[in-house]
Nanobody, 120 residues
Framework: QVQLVESGGGLMQPGGSLRPSCAAS????????MGWYRQAPGKQREFVAS???????EYVPSVMGRFFISRDHAKNTAFLQMNSLKPEDTAVYYC??????????????WGQGTQVTVSS
């Protein structure tokens, strides 16, 4: 019913920037919060950032001041501007969205992930 597709990951040198995006499609009536999580090799998936329907944002402390989440409501798309990248930011980044579909059902949907590698 709902698909989340991430894009815009890649390989970047330390100090560089990337801007992955997450596009939601399907039988969507509304999207409440959208967020990003990441999972590094050998580690558990962790929360990175989220943005609510009204624009309120939250960040994990390790990315505050470097990462900025935004969304385009008309296009059901979220973005994660990642600046001053560090090697420890290397992970697969997953998009997550709290979606209401046209039947009225509400659930959380996940994307397939996009790899971000920070290395010189």
């Amino acid at each position: 019913q709902v698909q989340l597709v991430e894009s815009g990951g890649g390989l970047m040198q330390p100090g560089g920037s990337l801007r992955p995006s997450c596009a939601a499609s399907g039988s969507i009536r509304a999207i409440h919060d959208m967020g990003w999580y990441r999972q590094a090799p050998g580690k558990q998936r962790e929360f990175v950032a989220s943005i609510g329907l009204g624009g309120r944002t939250e960040y994990v402390p390790s990315v505050m001041g470097r990462f900025f989440i935004s969304r385009d409501h008309a296009k059901n798309t979220a973005f994660l501007q990642m600046n001053s990248l560090k090697p420890e930011d290397t992970a697969v980044y997953y998009c997550n969205a709290d979606v209401v579909v046209i039947t009225g059902a509400r659930f959380r949907s996940w994307g397939q992930g996009t790899q971000v590698t920070v290395s010189s």
